[in-house]
């Protein structure tokens, strides 16, 4: 019986019989070794930022190369959340009572605040709450999650 014909009754492609996947180039295992190194010391640097270092350290890279090497490795930049400031559609929606009050004395109007502080090893979050008056922190708070504790 044919090859073709076998591969047929097995419902696979004759392709997959003759494909013989490449050895990782020599270049392309030191480029993992360098870029592995510095994900240890710069985790929160992505594909680009990474290219340009290599670049920077006289490699000839593009994007491309150093996007597949990072699939490889399964590296994946150490950055915030997406959409961690959209609304949840169940939540009721206030108006703003703001709009033309002057805060003229301590304690009639509070604001809070939430930022993103990257660090080595992830991110902190640092919420905070001040009078507008005065511009006196009331109270904050450091967390590694954004939790509503």
């Not at 492609?13 to 870029?35: G, K």
């Not at 930022?115 to 006196?136: K, N």
Request: charge should be positive; aromatic fraction near 14%.
């Amino acid at each position: 019986m044919s090859v073709r014909k076998q591969c047929e009754l097995l419902s696979i492609s004759p392709s997959t019989l003759y494909f013989s996947p490449r050895q990782t180039s020599a270049f392309d295992l030191y480029l993992m070794h360098m870029i592995d190194k510095k994900y240890f010391e710069k985790p929160f640097w992505g594909v680009l930022r990474m290219t340009d270092w290599l670049r920077e350290i006289f490699f000839v890279v593009n994007h491309k190369k150093v996007e597949r090497l990072y699939k490889l490795l399964d590296l994946k930049a150490i950055a915030p959340g997406p959409h961690t400031s959209k609304p949840n559609k169940a939540h009721r929606k206030y108006a703003y009572l703001l709009r033309n009050m002057n805060p003229n004395q301590p304690n009639e109007v509070w604001v809070t605040d939430i930022t993103c502080i990257p660090m080595r090893t992830g991110f902190l979050y640092l919420s905070a709450i001040m009078d507008v008056y005065s511009r006196y922190i009331v109270g904050w708070s450091l967390s590694n999650t954004m939790t509503t504790e």
